[in-house]
T-cell receptor, first 115, second 109 residues
């Protein structure tokens, strides 16, 4: 299976700690996205990469959040000084640049719990 | 006003019946429309995409789009217990997806 993969699948951390998540997109997908989903809500857009360039960051993405996509392949999302409000499912998605209509395929997500 | 709104549900239908899900969106320049299915604790799974006005059928699923009314719907025919999930409507005008909160469907055996 060559779908989107994410690691870790679950992360429990204490408030104030830093955490880093990894996403491997579908091979040859140029576009990569991060979303955050809390219980009872739909996913909310966080940031978007086209190849290695980060083209947009949502205002939801505070200064404690940073994302990278070196070499245009996998991506990492780091949260510094975690807060309880950061507890959520962090979803990564990818799409090919030529995709008509921007069809995005999601990974399994990383569930973060901040104690 | 939220960008994407869905009927709140939950929606309970008997097995074999038609489930009807509705979604409205506020951004008139939206070009692409998607329905995702999400099982509890799992990530969204793409079911349907639709880009032009009218109906699009794929197996037991039919998506309907009316851009003038800013309305998208999903019909699930011959509902099965395995269709019990939350259905997310998503709208895009370029790259990011804007999602509704989802409608939870329960199919009663």
């Amino acid at each position: 299976d060559t779908g989107v993969s994410q690691d870790p699948r679950h992360k429990i951390t204490k408030r104030g700690q830093n955490v880093t998540f990894r996403c491997d997109p579908i091979s040859e997908h140029n576009r990569l996205y991060w979303y955050r989903q809390t219980l009872g809500q739909g996913p909310e857009f966080l940031t978007y990469f086209q190849n290695e360039a980060q083209l947009e960051k949502s205002r939801l993405l505070s200064d404690r959040f940073s994302a990278e996509r070196p070499k245009g392949s996998f991506s990492t999302l780091e949260i510094q000084r975690t807060e309880q409000g950061d507890s959520a499912m962090y979803l990564c998605a990818s799409s090919p640049l030529t995709s008509g209509g921007n069809t995005q395929y999601f990974g399994p997500g990383t569930r973060l719990t901040v104690l | 006003q939220k960008e994407v709104e869905q009927n709140s549900g939950p929606l309970s239908v008997p097995e074999g019946a038609i489930a009807s899900l509705n979604c409205t969106y506020s951004d008139r320049v939206s070009q692409s429309f998607f329905w995702y299915r999400q099982y509890s604790g799992k990530s969204p799974e793409l079911i349907m995409s639709i880009y032009s006005n009218g109906d699009k059928e794929d197996g037991r699923f039919t998506a309907q789009l009316n851009k003038a009314s800013q309305y998208v719907s999903l019909l699930i025919r011959d509902s099965q217990p395995s269709d019990s999930a939350t259905y997310l409507c998503a709208v895009s005008n370029d790259y990011k997806l804007s999602f509704g909160a989802g409608t939870t469907v329960t199919v009663r055996a």
